[in-house]
């Protein structure tokens, strides 16, 4: 696979070190124009890029359709301006409620241009986040499809809604491209036959003597009901996002939640950006004072988000390391992008247990930060809101509560010059729980999670090699009882692992050029097993890996030449199917692109039913 690189010029002046050395991986523009084999292809067509997920799932036969265009808009010298809007409602022809709402996010940009980050916000609560491609001089466009029926809250609000997407880009004499972009809603309206799926089936009765046989409502698994924006209220210039600069720049936003809340998830959505988007590869800041370095790339490998209400800590989790695609080698995302790069992860945190202290009328704080965290990292929220039909006021109670300690221990060692190894294994376990007792029922909600992290950043032949291996470990159980008989009635396992692998070693090359060859592997796994008496009981399974292996020659942040394969295999099983596509690519060319898939007959057309619990692509944490 690999290619000759240029012939190399022996370095005797250790001292004399690679301009970018202490700052690789780095963020790369592709290839340019009249450089090098890769761009000889002329006058042929923008080429599709693609992030194989799931796809999404087909709406229900007999389903009133509508798509609904929303909003067009190149994103040309966007730096520091307000976001692009557009006018919302609901089409009026495919009212709520819906079966299914499908959000397209389509993107066709040609030239020369860096990554860029990118969101979508229905009235300040975010839709999508989301990185582009890098486009080539023929052009590249590519489309999300996202699953946005949990939003339905928000879809469903009423005239005088608005739209905004945010996409900062910079374009000059070098950096040409221009992003058009455009984004529509597909509505699908619930069938006849399906009319009372759900909202019938409140199988919640409090009856004396009917507590033995207390279970949770189906709207319990269903949309929220009220969705809450904590996020940057004015979606100003710097749009609606937080924009944390460190570890002790939390930031909040003051709710008053509705008294009959019933369930709180809180889903927060987070990229990481400048010197922490390649947080997980970061050496301590002791490394970069012996080797009097300049990089601002510091605080060593540790991240972690922090959700609190009010004071109290309420959850955290370890953000998956999505790699932009002009990350490390960018010619290992043509035309796949890296895990999530098109549609980042995000991270379901259970506030039930806490609705104790925010059902009481007055306004709570709902704080984020980003432990070790350092500029800049772009964090907002969805407080999705479950509300009970039949009373104005539930009660509640936080009952068990301790703060959960961060263990974390480091061990760093240097030798000069530039050579340093620097090990981080981090833990936190922590359990919660709370009864609310709402028309429904009391029922008693209890969330364990343990997190589980260890990081090595290694450097050897003067900093010329480099390894970088990350492991994180993420499992969360939620489980519901009801308060009287303590037996459980709903429950929510889910096992998160994402590991990563990166080796690269780095040549000088002639004329400030270098050329830097670089193997990863990373995935993406997530187990989900839940059940609900009376509603369901299954298991869900992704796992989503890629491999790149390859070469570049890099003058400043420019690509001049180089080859890359990746191979990407992403499997999703249920219990109604299973569905498996593998792709092999090689400098930018798709070589075989597989796709298995097997499910099992289900004459009654439910089986789009099966799918557990709301929250579609989220990770409950
Ligand atoms: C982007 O939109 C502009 C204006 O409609 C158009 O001229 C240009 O060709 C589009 N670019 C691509 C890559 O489609
Ligand atoms: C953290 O960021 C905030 C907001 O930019 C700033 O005011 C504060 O000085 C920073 N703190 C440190 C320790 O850098
Ligand atoms: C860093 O700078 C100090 C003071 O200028 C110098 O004494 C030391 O040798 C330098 N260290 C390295 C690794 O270059
Ligand atoms: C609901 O709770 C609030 C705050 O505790 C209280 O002021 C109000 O009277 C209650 N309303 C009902 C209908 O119980
Ligand atoms: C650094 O990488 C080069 C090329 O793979 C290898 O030959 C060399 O042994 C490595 N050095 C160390 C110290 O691992
Ligand atoms: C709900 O159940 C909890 C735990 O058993 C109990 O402490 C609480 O008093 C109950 N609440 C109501 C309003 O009955
Ligand atoms: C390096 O630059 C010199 C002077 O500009 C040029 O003559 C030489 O061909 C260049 N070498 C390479 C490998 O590009
Ligand atoms: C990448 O993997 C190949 C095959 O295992 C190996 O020969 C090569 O040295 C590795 N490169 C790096 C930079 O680790
Ligand atoms: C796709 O299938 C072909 C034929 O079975 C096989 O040769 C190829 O390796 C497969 N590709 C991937 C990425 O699995």
Same mark, same amino acid.
């Given at each position: 696979?690999?290619?000759?690189?240029?012939?190399?010029?022996?370095?005797?002046?250790?001292?004399?070190?690679?301009?970018?050395?202490?700052?690789?991986p780095d963020?790369?523009?592709?290839?340019?124009?009249?450089?090098?084999?890769r =761009?000889?292809?002329?006058?042929?067509?923008?080429?599709?890029?693609?992030?194989?997920?799931?796809?999404?799932?087909?709406s229900?036969?007999?389903?009133?359709?509508?798509? /609904?265009?929303?909003?067009?808009?190149?994103?040309?010298?966007?730096?520091?301006?307000?976001?692009?809007?557009?006018?919302?409602?609901?089409?009026?022809?495919?009212?709520?409620?819906?079966?299914?709402?499908?959000?397209?996010?389509?993107?066709?940009?040609?030239?020369?241009?860096?990554?860029r980050?990118?969101?979508?916000?229905?009235?300040?609560?975010?839709?999508?986040?989301?990185? =582009?491609?890098?486009?080539?001089?023929?052009?590249?466009?590519?489309?999300?499809?996202?699953?946005? =029926?949990?939003?339905?809250?928000?879809?469903r609000?009423?005239?005088?809604?608005?739209?905004?997407?945010? /996409?900062?880009?910079?374009?000059?004499?070098?950096?040409?491209?221009?992003?058009?972009?455009?984004?529509?809603?597909?509505?699908?309206?619930?069938?006849?036959y399906?009319?009372?799926?759900?909202? &019938?089936?409140?199988?919640?009765?409090?009856?004396?003597?009917?507590?033995a046989?207390?279970?949770?409502?189906? $709207?319990?698994?269903?949309p929220?009901?009220?969705?809450?924006?904590?996020?940057?209220?004015? %979606?100003?210039?710097?749009?609606?996002?937080?924009?944390?600069?460190?570890?002790?720049?939390?930031?909040?936003?003051?709710?008053?939640?509705?008294?009959?809340?019933?369930?709180?998830?809180?889903?927060?959505?987070?990229?990481?950006?400048?010197?922490?988007?390649?947080?997980? $590869?970061?050496?301590?800041?002791?490394?970069i004072?012996?080797?009097n370095?300049?990089?601002?790339?510091?605080?060593?490998?540790?991240?972690?988000?922090?959700?609190s209400?009010?004071?109290?800590?309420?959850?955290?989790?370890?953000?998956?390391?999505?790699?932009?695609?002009?990350?490390?080698?960018?010619?290992?995302?043509?035309?796949v992008?890296?895990?999530?790069?098109?549609?980042?992860?995000?991270?379901?945190?259970?506030?039930?247990?806490?609705? %104790?202290i925010?059902?009481?009328?007055?306004?709570?704080?709902?704080?984020? $930060?980003?432990?070790?965290?350092?500029?800049?990292?772009?964090?907002?929220?969805?407080?999705?809101?479950?509300?009970?039909?039949?009373?104005?006021?539930?009660?509640?109670?936080? &009952?068990?509560?301790?703060?959960?300690?961060?263990?974390?221990?480091?061990?760093?060692?240097t030798?000069?010059?530039?050579d340093?190894?620097?090990?981080?294994?981090?833990?936190?376990?922590?359990?919660?729980?709370?009864?609310?007792?709402?028309s429904?029922?009391?029922?008693?909600?209890?969330?364990?999670?343990?997190?589980?992290?260890?990081?090595?950043?290694?450097?050897?032949?003067?900093?010329?090699?480099?390894?970088?291996?990350?492991?994180?470990?993420?499992?969360?159980?939620?489980?519901?009882?009801?308060s009287?008989?303590?037996?459980?009635?709903?429950?929510?396992?889910?096992?998160?692992?994402?590991?990563?692998?990166?080796?690269?070693?780095?040549?000088?090359?002639?004329?400030?050029?270098?050329?830097?060859?670089?193997?990863?592997?990373?995935?993406?796994?997530?187990?989900?097993?839940?059940?609900?008496?009376?509603?369901?009981?299954?298991?869900?399974?992704?796992?989503?890996e890629?491999?790149?292996?390859?070469?570049?020659?890099?003058?400043?942040?420019?690509?001049?030449?180089?080859?890359?394969?990746?191979?990407?295999?992403?499997?999703?099983?249920?219990?109604?199917?299973?569905?498996?596509?593998?792709?092999?690519?090689?400098?930018?060319?798709?070589?075989?692109?597989?796709?298995?898939? $097997?499910?099992?007959?289900?004459?009654?057309? /439910?089986?789009?039913?099966?799918?557990?619990?709301?929250?579609?692509?989220?990770?409950?944490?």
């Amino acid at each position: 696979m690999q290619r000759r690189a240029p012939r190399l010029r022996v370095l005797l002046h250790l001292l004399i070190l690679v301009p970018a050395l202490s700052e690789v991986p780095d963020h790369y523009a592709s290839p340019r124009v009249g450089s090098g084999t890769r =761009t000889g292809l002329s006058n042929s067509p923008a080429q599709e890029y693609l992030d194989p997920t799931y796809p999404v799932p087909r709406s229900p036969p007999g389903a009133s359709t509508c798509v /609904l265009p929303v909003l067009s808009y190149s994103f040309a010298n966007t730096y520091g301006t307000p976001p692009a809007k557009a006018a919302y409602a609901p089409p009026a022809e495919c009212p709520a409620p819906w079966s299914l709402v499908v959000l397209s996010f389509s993107v066709a940009i040609a030239g020369d241009q860096y990554d860029r980050v990118a969101a979508v916000w229905l009235d300040g609560a975010e839709l999508l986040r989301t990185t =582009t491609a890098e486009p080539t001089t023929d052009g590249v466009r590519w489309t999300i499809h996202k699953d946005v =029926t949990r939003y339905s809250a928000l879809l469903r609000s009423p005239r005088g809604g608005e739209l905004s997407v945010m /996409l900062e880009n910079l374009v000059n004499d070098v950096y040409t491209g221009v992003y058009n972009v455009s984004v529509s809603l597909e509505f699908h309206g619930v069938p006849a036959y399906l009319g009372d799926a759900g909202s &019938s089936s409140a199988a919640g009765s409090a009856e004396p003597g009917g507590q033995a046989t207390l279970k949770l409502p189906a $709207s319990y698994f269903q949309p929220a009901d009220l969705i809450l924006p904590i996020s940057e209220g004015m %979606g100003s210039s710097n749009g609606f996002w937080f924009r944390i600069q460190n570890s002790s720049d939390p930031r909040s936003k003051l709710v008053r939640i509705p008294s009959n809340t019933y369930r709180a998830v809180l889903e927060v959505f987070v990229s990481p950006h400048s010197n922490d988007e390649f947080w997980y $590869s970061n050496p301590p800041d002791l490394y970069i004072r012996e080797n009097n370095l300049t990089t601002g790339r510091g605080n060593a490998a540790y991240r972690e988000v922090v959700v609190s209400v009010d004071r109290h800590f309420a959850g955290s989790f370890v953000p998956f390391p999505v790699i932009y695609t002009g990350g490390i080698n960018p010619l290992f995302w043509q035309p796949v992008a890296a895990l999530g790069a098109f549609d980042l992860p995000t991270y379901d945190v259970e506030l039930t247990p806490f609705l %104790g202290i925010l059902v009481d009328g007055k306004p709570h704080e709902i704080v984020l $930060s980003v432990v070790d965290g350092i500029a800049e990292w772009l964090v907002d929220a969805n407080l999705h809101l479950w509300l009970d039909p039949a009373s104005t006021n539930v009660s509640a109670a936080l &009952s068990r509560y301790r703060t959960p300690r961060l263990s974390i221990k480091r061990r760093y060692s240097t030798r000069r010059p530039l050579d340093g190894k620097f090990k981080i294994r981090a833990k936190r376990k922590s359990q919660f729980s709370g009864w609310v007792k709402s028309s429904f029922g009391n029922f008693t909600t209890n969330v364990e999670t343990e997190l589980e992290v260890t990081s090595l950043v290694d450097f050897t032949s003067q900093g010329r090699n480099k390894t970088v291996r990350l492991q994180v470990e993420q499992d969360t159980e939620v489980v519901v009882r009801s308060s009287e008989t303590r037996k459980a009635v709903g429950k929510v396992e889910t096992e998160a692992k994402y590991p990563l692998w990166l080796e690269m070693v780095t040549e000088d090359g002639e004329n400030d050029t270098y050329v830097m060859r670089a193997n990863l592997t990373h995935s993406l796994s997530v187990e989900t097993d839940a059940e609900a008496e009376g509603l369901f009981d299954g298991e869900t399974r992704v796992v989503d890996e890629q491999a790149a292996a390859g070469w570049m020659l890099v003058r400043g942040h420019d690509v001049l030449d180089g080859s890359a394969a990746t191979t990407q295999a992403y499997r999703y099983s249920n219990e109604a199917g299973r569905y498996e596509r593998a792709i092999d690519t090689l400098d930018g060319a798709v070589l075989s692109d597989n796709v298995t898939e $097997s499910y099992r007959a289900s004459g009654d057309g /439910l089986a789009w039913l099966a799918a557990g619990p709301a929250g579609g692509g989220a990770m409950e944490l």
